[in-house]
C-alpha cells in the first residue's frame, strides 16, 4: 500500500504565501505523474498544477505566475508554492501520485489539508 500525507495549509491573508508538502510513502517502486488538485465548497474538484517524472509542468490558468508546483524524487515528495494568495484559492488541497508498485501503477490522493485565504 501506499500513503499520502499533505502538509502545510492554515490560515494566510491575500497576498501572503503558503507552501504544501505531499509525502508518500509505502511500497515504492517508482512515481510518476504527482499533482495538485484543489476543491471549493460547492464546487468540483480542479487541477491546480501537475507535474511528470521529467519535470514537465501544467498549471491551471488560475494559477500561473503565482504557484510553483515542484518534487523531490529522493524524498518522495511534491510541494506547491502558493503565493500572491487571493480570497479565491480557499478550498481544500488534495494531492495525488500515480505510484508503480509490485505488480500494479496505481493513482494514490492524500486526504486533503484546508487552505483559507482571508482578504
Known amino acids: 500500500q501506499v500513503q499520502l500525507v499533505e502538509s502545510g495549509g492554515g490560515l494566510v491573508q491575500a497576498g501572503g504565501s503558503l507552501r504544501l508538502s505531499c509525502a508518500a510513502s509505502?511500497?515504492?517502486?517508482?512515481?510518476?505523474?504527482m499533482g495538485w488538485y484543489r476543491q471549493a465548497p460547492g464546487k468540483q474538484r480542479e487541477l491546480v498544477a501537475a507535474?511528470?517524472?521529467?519535470?514537465?509542468?501544467n498549471y491551471a490558468d488560475s494559477v500561473k505566475g503565482r504557484f510553483t508546483i515542484s518534487r523531490d524524487n529522493a524524498k518522495n515528495t511534491v510541494y506547491l508554492q502558493m503565493n500572491s494568495a487571493k480570497p479565491e484559492d480557499t478550498a481544500v488541497y488534495y494531492c495525488?501520485?500515480?505510484?508503480?508498485?509490485?505488480?500494479?501503477?496505481?493513482?494514490?490522493w492524500g486526504q486533503g489539508t484546508q487552505v483559507t485565504v482571508s482578504s
Open positions: 509505502g511500497s515504492i517502486i517508482r512515481i510518476n505523474d
Open positions: 495525488s501520485a500515480v505510484v508503480r508498485s509490485i505488480g500494479i501503477t496505481k493513482d494514490y
Open positions: 507535474i511528470t517524472s521529467g519535470g514537465s509542468i
